[in-house]
């Protein structure tokens, strides 16, 4: 299991641990944005929680009989849960409700109430090692209404052995009482500077404050780029928008090209570029400022952008990313989206 040394979030880890782990609360919520370390810090925790031998700074040995269990994914003390596991196992209730929520959720992936259920035997048993269980909710806000009360009912009066670590990047959306159930910890955006350097360790240096800027400063985000590929699919895409002639079939056939060489990075991902970028040129129009782009090279003579046009193409490519996860025809939706985007740069009449 891979972890990163992430500084910035080391005060976190001494303001919880410094009574060392006997006063640790029984339940958790790390909360903050995508990508700056809560679930690497969840990882940690846990492991440290179900090792056997534990350093004197408060990390896992990563040597004994636990490590080696957890490490393989076999761990009969821990639990994960994450969004949108056995499906086909659905009972009827979860059905009816994921379907009442579909609107809202958009779709999503969600954590039912049969997952949250098969923790009861899991959490009021003994340990197989007499020792620390450990519960772990990723994307905690996917969890319907129903599996929030089920999960809540669970830390009512959980046993002193039993650890819940829930993380999320939306903590208004979970239920005011499971928020009370849980000890908040917040994590916050590192200060760019030390993003940046950090960065370094993973060999973005030259190229950390571009990336960090359309990551939304989250540097695990950008992290999670390189090892998944992603960061040429991004230059291609950014390329293509600076380059773009008055040619949507020709756009669009290179963006097809793109989606079908790289598997990592997936139309949802090409429609947030696309709409980040319009989200840039609009504001650069009308301020002289830049968001998520400073890093990279600017589009020419922005001035002869009409604003309205700008305006109008981000909120139509808004609506694109409500279906880019499964367009009915990949081609057409990327010409589709390939016009509203061309139109937004034709040159405001006097």
């Known amino acids: 299991m891979q972890y990163y040394d992430l500084k910035f979030n080391k005060k976190i880890k001494h303001n919880l641990l410094w009574q060392g782990l006997a006063h640790l609360p029984h339940a ?11 679930r690497d810090f969840a990882e940690r925790l846990a492991a440290l929680l179900l ?18 269990w957890l490490a393989a994914g076999n ?14 196992t659905e ?24 997952q949250i259920r098969e923790l009861e035997d899991f959490v009021f048993a003994g340990s197989h090692r007499q020792a620390n269980r450990v519960v772990l909710v990723t994307d905690a806000e996917a969890m319907n209404s129903a599996a929030a009360n089920s999960l809540l009912k669970l830390l009512e009066e959980p046993p002193s052995s039993v650890h819940f670590i829930l993380i999320s990047s939306r903590k208004k959306n979970l239920l005011p009482t499971l928020r009370s159930r849980c000890r908040i910890i917040p994590f916050t955006q590192p200060d760019r500077q030390a993003a940046a350097d950090w960065l370094g360790c993973a060999s973005l240096e030259k190229q950390a404050t571009r990336y960090l800027d359309l990551a939304g400063g989250a540097p695990l985000r950008v992290v999670q780029w390189k090892n998944e590929g992603q960061l040429a699919a991004i230059d291609t895409l950014l390329e ?18 793109m989606l079908k060489g790289n598997a990592s990075f997936r139309m949802e991902n090409l429609v947030e570029g696309v709409q980040r970028w319009l989200f ?4 650069e129009r009308m301020s002289g400022e830049i ?12 001035e002869m952008l009409a604003p309205a046009a700008l305006i109008a193409a981000w909120h139509a490519i808004n609506t694109f990313r409500r279906s880019s996860r499964h367009p009915l025809n990949q081609l057409l939706f ?17």
């Open 291 to 302: 968001h998520y782009h400073r890093g990279w090279p600017h589009f020419k003579n922005i």
């Open 280 to 283: 840039d040129l609009t504001l």
């Open 91 to 114: 009972t009827e209730e979860a059905k009816n409700e994921k379907s009442s929520e579909k609107a809202k959720k958009q779709g999503a992936d969600i954590i039912r109430i049969d």
């Open 334 to 350: 990327l010409e589709s989206l390939a016009f509203h985007y061309l139109r937004a740069l034709r040159p405001q009449t006097p």
């Open 51 to 68: 090792c056997e031998a534990a350093t004197s700074d408060m990390e896992a040995c990563g040597q004994c009989v636990a490590c080696r």
């Open 28 to 38: 958790l919520l790390l909360t903050g944005p995508s990508g700056v370390g809560k």
């Open 75 to 88: 761990h009969p003390d821990f639990r994960r849960i994450t969004p949108g596991e056995d499906k086909e």
């Open 240 to 257: 293509s928008l600076l380059t773009a002639r008055n040619d949507p079939i020709a756009l669009a056939a290179s963006w097809d090209a």
